[in-house]
């Protein structure tokens, strides 16, 4: 479902319409990661109610696909990461 070109063309209008400037979908078994780069005001509102209907519709059929985490909120589906380590920011014994 989610191969270029198979993601209707709508729903990506609304995801670039929030401010969403990159993401990326990594799946392992029945887990998903997303990492997305926004702009400073994400989410921006999305005054098109086309294109938040369609989103919605997507959201809905993508649903059946997604389990909750445990601790989720309810009605949330995907839950914020804090990053711990970066690999950039450590000094190492170099030979």
């Known amino acids: 479902m989610h191969e270029p070109g198979a993601v209707w ?3 990506i209008d609304h ?3 929030l401010g969403v400037e990159a993401m990326e979908i990594w799946q392992r078994g029945e887990r998903l990661f997303m990492i997305v780069e926004t702009t ?3 989410p921006r509102p ?3 109610q086309s294109l938040v209907e369609e989103n919605l519709r997507w959201e809905t059929m993508m649903d059946r696909f997604q389990r909750r985490l445990k601790d989720a909120a309810p009605g ?3 839950s914020p990461l804090e990053r711990i380590f970066i690999l950039a ?3 190492g014994v170099r030979d």
Do not use: G, M
Request: overall charge negative.
């Open 9 to 11: 063309p709508r729903v």
């Open 15 to 17: 995801i670039r319409a």
């Open 40 to 42: 400073d005001d994400f």
């Open 46 to 48: 999305v005054d098109a």
């Open 76 to 78: 949330e589906k995907w």
């Open 89 to 91: 920011e450590h000094a």
